[in-house]
């Protein structure tokens, strides 16, 4: 009985939030919380290619979605994304579809690829492009909390919840069908890239158990940010001293989202009690600056200074790994995992472990290593990826 007015206070700030955004008509309360599954779109409208458009996209039928999704802890709430269509006709059934998961771009509402474009435009359009001349279709979810302002109206993204954005993934297609079902099908794949990566193996380890309504076929994951969960030791347990066990890339920027992370998606915890004023002005700076904004500012800020005092509530420490976590079981199709040699965000070594506890949880995973940096495994992957998708979708007719 007390889950009644949670989700009506859900619904209620979910319409005035899509409204102002899309400015569209939608349902009333009651008519919306009878259609509250999700995967269900709520609004849909012709995406600018002022945006974002990508080569071998048919411009004139891109579309920005606003559709149910689930958020963190299992609450239901809203996120937006990005549907866009090869320029061939659809085969029979609809175009099989690829679900991408973006990497980093910050936490901010206004930093949603289809609000603000890819962060990292030319990087990720080339990428794509090549799937779209494939004949896949693309469906983009910016993630919950970003282009939506959430569930509470906040702008909050949990950066660093990989679950939440698998979840998220997985909802997008479904909203994506639902929309076009004659041109989308239901057979889909994930394709991620570095926090990207995390989500698209959070969602194959769901995927199936969650939306059996869809047909999931496999994964690909490039610059995966494996085992970052095991860095709360370093981040929270020696906080004001902290310091990592191995030098990652822009790691002062990653561990300010991740705080604001937790204090979005554990208010209770009060981070902020913890962060010396530097940190905390960083923290909400970080909802109004995308990612190569504060990666530009943080450059020469050491981890250590973001903090006060040591966090000594111990929920704080489980906090940080639980939203850091990465399946290593669960999974029903095989996953394509890439990594390069010379990347300084995804450790090449870490990934490897990672992958050695999936295989030994029963995962079918192949994985391949580049002579590559953090951006350019993506498109160096595609000479193995490519037949590897072919070969999972032709597994599923």
Not at 176 to 202: E, F, K
Not at 320 to 340: D, N, R, Y
Not at 375 to 390: E, G, I, K, R, Y
Request: some cysteine; charged content about 15%; hydrophobic content about 40%.
């Amino acid at each position: 009985m007390r889950e009644i007015p949670w989700r009506r206070r859900v619904v209620a700030v979910a319409i005035a939030v899509a409204t102002a955004v899309t400015g569209l008509s939608l349902a009333l309360p009651g008519q919306a919380a009878a259609a509250m599954a999700n995967g269900t779109a709520i609004s849909s409208e012709p995406l600018p290619t002022s945006v974002w458009t990508i080569n071998g996209a048919d411009a004139g039928k891109q579309r920005r979605v606003v559709y149910w999704t689930r958020g963190p802890q299992g609450r239901p709430g809203l996120s937006s994304g990005a549907i866009f269509l090869p320029t061939t006709p659809p085969p029979p059934g609809g175009y099989p579809v690829l679900s991408w998961a973006h990497g980093t771009v910050g936490i901010g509402n206004q930093c949603a690829p289809s609000i603000h474009g890819p962060v990292y435009r030319d990087r990720d359009n080339n990428y794509l492009s090549h799937w779209l001349r494939l004949g896949y279709a693309v469906v983009a979810s910016d993630y919950y909390g970003l282009g939506t302002y959430g569930i509470d109206g906040t702008g909050h993204h949990p950066y660093a919840d990989a679950q939440t954005p698998g979840y998220n993934v997985i909802d997008m297609v479904r909203a994506a069908h639902q929309l076009m079902p004659s041109v989308i099908s239901t057979r889909w794949a994930a394709i991620g890239q570095s926090q990207g990566g995390q989500a698209s193996v959070a969602a194959a380890s769901v995927a199936e158990q969650y939306a059996p309504d869809l047909r999931f076929v496999g994964s690909v994951s490039t610059g995966l940010t494996g085992y970052f969960d095991r860095l709360a030791p370093y981040v929270i347990g020696l906080a004001p001293h902290a310091s990592l066990p191995v030098p990652i890339e822009d790691a002062t920027a990653y561990v300010v989202f991740t705080l604001a992370g937790i204090q979005a998606a554990y208010p209770e915890l009060n981070i902020a009690s913890y962060l010396s004023p530097l940190g905390n002005r960083l923290m909400n700076e970080a909802n109004d600056k995308c990612d190569d904004q504060m990666n530009a500012e943080l450059a020469n800020v050491q981890i250590s200074k973001l903090f006060a005092k040591t966090p000594d509530d111990p929920r704080i420490s489980a906090a940080f790994a639980e939203m850091q976590h990465i399946p290593t079981s669960g999974f029903t199709k095989p996953l394509f995992i890439a990594e390069g040699y010379f990347d300084d965000t995804a450790i090449y070594p870490v990934t490897a472990s990672l992958v050695k506890d999936m295989r030994a949880s029963g995962a079918t995973v192949n994985f391949h290593g580049y002579p590559t940096t953090h951006d350019s495994t993506m498109q160096a992957s595609l000479v193995d990826s490519t037949p590897f998708l072919a070969g999972r979708f032709a597994a599923v007719p």
